[in-house]
């Protein structure tokens, strides 16, 4: 599975990225406003910048909502970098941004995905990515995890390409869960894939084996 990072913030994309097991970076306007970074050629200067810290994918979303705009704005975001993600959101000028921006061979991410008809018609758009939301589902007592088990079901059944990327991602038990079912990506705040590290065991058995090193050697 492959792990991306949601955040615009430099400094935590650079701690994933020197773990080496970062495959990418998914942003949205929200994360971008928490980083303070405003202004069309700021926020174009901010997507490179992502770029060349890691090498996977990166996400960079459209603010445009109707065809003609979302289309326009995708275009001079994928030209910013090879490793840009157009991220477009699921409604239907989006749906058919997605058509339009995939047959002159740019990569889409279907954002703001929350049922398995929507993940259909975005794979049946050709997006690259279609992003369902597991944290806000959960938030409102949906269970958000049983959709990404619905779209890796159904995308199975018919042998669909588009990869389900787990987003809204908040512990680290949703990666564990997305693992399970067999999502394609997770992206994940810093601290849950921090908090994969993490076992107290491994902490006790570190201590353990350094105190009895230390004495006869220390
Ligand atoms: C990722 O592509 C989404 O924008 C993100 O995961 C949303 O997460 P949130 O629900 O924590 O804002």
Redesign the pocket.
Known sequence: MKFFI?TANLDQIREAQALGILDGV???P??MAKEGISGAQNILDHYVRICEIVDGDV?A?VIATDYAGMIAEGERLAALHRQIVV?IPMIKDGLKAIKHLTSKGIRT?C?LVFNAGQAMLAAKAGATYV?P?V??LDDISHDGMALISQIVQIYSNYGIGTQV?A????HTMHIVQAMEIGADVA?C?LDAILGLLKHPLTDQGLEKFLADYNKLNG
Do not use: V, Y
């Not at 987003?167 to 908040?170: H, L």
């Open positions: 949601d998914t942003t949205n929200s994360l996400s979303e991220k991410n954002t992003s939301f944290g806000r990327l987003a809204s991602i908040r992206t705040p």
